[in-house]
């Protein structure tokens, strides 16, 4: 996120943190912003945002096994970042 971006929303930064580290995969990373959202929000939303998190990750999943296209928006928007990555690469 931009500059500031996380700010906008109350504890946004604490929600930022646990995506990425969720996303980073690094155990102590994941623990530290697990603790920061309980500690700042509570359980119940912790739990939320996990599940969240979880849902989006499932729905990505779903849509390219379904092989359901990049909308032409997001194609040229991501275009150098998947070429930087290979992405192209993979077998569709």
Same mark, same amino acid.
């Given at each position: 996120?931009?500059?500031?971006?996380? &700010?906008?929303?109350?504890? %946004?930064?604490?929600?930022? &943190?646990?995506?990425? !580290?969720?996303?980073?995969?690094?155990?102590? +990373?994941? $623990? !530290?912003?697990?603790?920061?959202?309980?500690?700042? =929000?509570?359980?119940? !939303?912790?739990?939320? +945002?996990? +599940? $969240?998190? !979880? *849902?989006?990750?499932?729905?990505?999943?779903?849509?390219?096994?379904? %092989?359901?296209?990049?909308?032409?928006?997001?194609?040229?928007? $991501?275009?150098?970042?998947?070429?930087? =990555? *290979?992405?192209?690469?993979?077998? *569709?």
């Amino acid at each position: 996120m931009a500059n500031g971006e996380a &700010d906008s929303i109350p504890h %946004g930064q604490a929600l930022v &943190d646990l995506v990425e !580290a969720v996303h980073g995969g690094e155990e102590a +990373a994941m $623990t !530290a912003a697990r603790r920061a959202v309980r500690k700042r =929000l509570g359980d119940a !939303a912790f739990v939320d +945002a996990c +599940a $969240t998190i !979880a *849902s989006f990750s499932a729905v990505v999943k779903i849509a390219d096994g379904a %092989g359901i296209p990049l909308e032409d928006y997001k194609e040229e928007a $991501t275009r150098q970042l998947r070429e930087d =990555l *290979s992405i192209n690469e993979f077998q *569709s």
